[in-house]
């Protein structure tokens, strides 16, 4: 039996946040249900047509969901979601600032109808503040969190490549949901789980503001290495570079000696300590770099698996889809789109004994029908709906 198997989670979301989440708890055996609007749907199926002609976001996002559109405003579509909320389990939503209040959809207003419901806010600044109607998208989150600040050069700062905002926002709307989830297995009791993306990114940048607040030192941007530790990051070799780090000074010792090959410079004044070795970054990376010169990448990342000094890779998102490490382990699974079948890793966590759901992504409203069925809607009450443009 799938951890969640027989709970029904109700999805108003779109974009990346929401989605992530609620595609966890499918993967988990969950029966999540998304709401889409009548017409295009979540929008996050026009962000790109990379897939066969389909969103690679939404691919990534909306596996194992069925889909059903409803205009929320209209009384028809409203008295389904109603009924769908009623027998639900979870209920998820990123919908704009104030509009889950001005719709009666707030745990407040849903909890007299079914007590035991679990509501997910998912927010981007919150629901107080002077920030509290701002939008909030990946960019301006890891802007307004400072992120942006101690990524890219020295010279210029970047955004993290990935929606990271959006990333850790619904991994912890999932944390906060499976928390609620055991509680009311104890209680009996719904929760209102409130998740704000700025508050999500803002965990993770606690070291940077913890150094800068009580040091007064703001961290450096340094693209390939680590603001702390030294040797940490992309060195040259002969044909390319490789990736390497150290977290201490018997692996400083160890990589003096049987990876330069100078056991010399473990006490070399300018290297001999994790403090010194940083702020002497520069000459350690030139010293390095020179005994790597005549070796090739593959020779190098021998010499240090052979001294037990971690080393990586730095691959292109196309060898990450070719990765020897995920063939080997069997982690790609083949799902269903409306354009075809196409490859999905299976979920980071796993089960010894059930295997992730790993369902098809629906088209737009396709389980409309079906899912109103199922509540006690008519085929001639569906017709009248969607001639009404409900549906």
Known sequence: MRPMEGMR????????????????????????????????????????D???GISSIFIWLNRGKRSVTLNVKHADARAALDTLIGGADVLVQNLAPGAAARLGLTHE???????????????????????????AYDLLIQAEAGLISVTGSASEPSRVGISIADIATGMYALTGILGALLRRSRTGEGANVKVAM????????????????????????VPTSHPAIAPYGAHRTQDGQVILGLQNEREWATFCGKVLGRPEVQIDPRFATMAQRRVNREALTALIEDCFADKSSVDVAALLDQAGIANGRLNEPIDVWNHIQFSARDKWREINTEAGPVRALLPPFSFADEAAAMGDVPAVGQHTDEVLSEIGFTPQRIAAMRAAGAL
């Open 9 to 48: 989670v109700i999805a108003l979301e779109h974009a990346v946040a929401a989605p992530l989440c609620t595609r966890h708890l499918a993967d988990l055996g969950a029966e999540v249900i998304k709401i889409e609007r009548p017409g295009d749907g979540d929008f996050a199926r026009g962000y790109d």
């Open 50 to 52: 990379y897939v066969n």
């Open 109 to 135: 207003a849903l909890k007299p109808a079914n007590p035991k419901l679990v509501v997910c806010d998912i927010s981007g600044y919150g629901e107080s503040g002077p920030f509290v109607q701002k939008k």
């Open 198 to 221: 700025l508050d999500a990114l803002g965990e993770w940048m606690t070291y940077p503001m913890l150094r800068h607040a009580y040091a007064g030192s703001a961290q450096p941007r």
